[in-house]
């Protein structure tokens, strides 16, 4: 089975400044089943990213996804108050069919 | 608009059994694959179980396979989990989720608030 990593566990960063989140993959998977999630503290996930690199419905154009076979990224342009949260990368394996979820990478204010 | 509402969560014994629903609103509930995922207090999230729009197919993580069976009711619009032989470290909040239908890639784009269920003797 394919296992996702990401890093860094915590990144410690300022309103406004650039974040970059790095999620790779055991083997290499089509970026179709990769996807992006934001959880708050006591609130359920909310998908950001499909496919990789395209943004669901409603999220913020400062939210952007890249990458492929084994290394995937998550790029948030600017920070806003409200992006301080958790986030996980997702796989859609297709065989066999699980939907592993990375471990996650946490945003924190500096 | 879709909603995904859980019920059935609580405190529960080891090796006793629990079934959570999760009702669904807002959308053609027969035209998604659903899921379950769970997040222990604290820890990060853990996909447990699938099944597709028929309910034909069904596939489950290996920690619950053989203890978890994943059922819908597309008459009813709602999604079970049928949890037996339950374990201390099956403790955690379950979530129901709709899997996005698109041709770019997928993902869960609706969950439910989440339902605590504890394991405690």
């Known amino acids: 089975d394919i296992v996702l990593t990401q890093s860094p566990g915590t990144l410690s960063l300022s309103p406004g400044e650039r974040a970059t989140l790095s999620c790779r993959a055991s083997?290499?998977?089509?970026?179709?089943?990769l996807a992006w999630y934001q959880q708050k503290p006591g609130q359920s996930p909310r998908l950001l990213i499909y496919g990789a690199s395209t943004r669901a419905t409603g999220i913020p154009d400062r939210f952007s996804g890249s990458g492929s076979g084994t290394a995937f990224t998550l790029t948030i342009s600017r920070l806003e108050p409200e992006d301080f949260a958790v986030y996980y990368c997702?796989?859609?394996?297709?065989?066999?069919?699980?939907?592993?979820f990375g471990p996650g990478t946490k945003v924190d204010i500096k | 608009q879709v909603q995904l509402v859980e019920s059935g969560g609580g405190v529960v014994q080891p090796g006793r059994s629990l079934t959570l629903s999760c009702a669904a609103s807002?959308?053609?509930?027969?035209?998604?694959?659903m899921h379950w995922v769970r997040q222990a207090p604290g820890q990060g999230l853990e996909w447990v179980t699938v099944i597709s729009s028929d309910g034909l197919k069904k596939y489950y993580a290996d920690s619950v396979r053989g203890r978890f069976t994943i059922s819908r009711d597309n008459t009813k619009n709602t999604l079970y989990l049928h949890m037996n032989s339950l374990k201390a470290q099956d403790t955690a909040f379950y979530y129901c989720a709709r899997e996005l239908i698109s041709i770019v890639g997928t993902g869960f784009d609706y969950w439910g608030q989440g339902n605590l269920v504890t394991v405690s003797s």
């Open positions: 807002g959308f053609t509930f027969s035209s998604y694959a």
């Open positions: 083997q290499s998977l089509s970026s179709t089943y």
């Open positions: 997702q796989q859609f394996g297709r065989s066999p069919r699980v939907f592993p």
